[in-house]
C-alpha cells in the first residue's frame, strides 16, 4: 500500500483556485496511472478562514483501499497532495502530472509504505516531543490499526465525531463507501476539516483499518491517538511534519494582504 505525500511552492495561483480545472486533474491522474475510482472528485471550496491566506480548494476522490486529496492556498501559492493506493502507481509519472498543471516551482515529497510503518522516512520530516512547528503547516499522522471489526456505519459515526472531541473544525460531513457493491474488499471513509482532512481504509479480509489525520494546525496528536485508543486500543503511528515552506513562501505578501484588504479602506 503506497503513499505520496507532496508539497509543492510557488504553484500557479488561478490554477489552484480552478475548480473544474482541478476536477480534469483528478480525471487525469486516475485515468493515466490506472486507478480504480470508487466516485467522481468531490471538491469544496473553503473561503471563509479567519486568515485570508488560508482560502482555497478542498478536493479529494476515493479509491479502492485508498484516496487522493488536494489542499490548495492559491494566495500562499501552494498545495498540499496525498494519494494512497493499495498497488504500484509511477510517481515520476504522477509528479509530471502535477508539475503540468500547477506549474510550481519547488517541492517536498515524502514516501512510505503502509501495511508497516516505513521507518526509512527521513528523521527530520518525524514528529519529536516538544516541536512546535513554527513555519510549518501541520503533522500529517499516519496509522495501522490490526485485528478490529469495523462496519460502514461505524466508520461513518468515528469520523462524525471525531473532529470536535479532537478540536478540529469539519467543513463536511463524511463520506463512506463500500469499494463495490458487491464483495467489496475495503470501506472507506473520509472527513474534510478545515483545509485539511481525516481518512479511514478499512481492509475487510485483513481485518486492519488505515488511519491518515492531516492537520492545517499544530496540536498535540496525542488526542487523536487517544481518541483512537479508547475504541480499539493500543496500535502502531507515526506524525510526520510537512509544509516547511507555508509560510516562508508568500510571494509579495505585503501587495497580497493590501489587495485582499483593500474593501477596509473604501468603506472609510
Known sequence: MNHIMIDCYGANESRLDDMRGINDLFSEITGTLSLTAV????????????????????????????????????QRECVFID???????????????????????????????????????????????????????????????????????GIYDILDTMPERINMCPISRPLVLKSSATEPKYISGIVLIAQSHIAFHYDIELRTLYC???SCSFYKSEKFTAFLEGIFGKFENMTIIRGSKHEKNIKNYESKICKLAKWTKNAK
Open 83 to 153: 494519494m494512497l493506493v493499495d498497488g504500484y502507481f509511477d510517481p515520476r509519472r504522477l509528479r509530471e502530472i502535477l508539475q503540468g498543471y500547477f506549474n510550481y516551482t519547488d517541492e517536498n515529497i515524502v514516501r512510505t509504505e503502509r501495511r508497516y510503518l516505513d521507518t526509512s522516512i527521513d528523521k527530520d520530516r518525524i514528529l519529536e516531543p516538544g516541536y512546535l512547528g513554527e513555519g510549518d503547516f501541520g503533522p500529517h499522522i499516519i496509522a495501522r490499526i490490526e485485528d478490529c471489526d469495523v462496519t460502514l456505519e
Open 212 to 214: 491518515d489525520l492531516f
Open 39 to 74: 466516485m467522481p472528485p468531490f471538491l469544496l471550496p473553503y473561503y471563509y478562514s479567519k486568515n485570508p491566506l488560508d482560502v482555497g480548494i478542498s478536493a479529494f476522490v476515493l479509491l479502492e483501499g485508498g484516496h487522493i486529496t488536494m489542499h490548495t492556498f492559491p
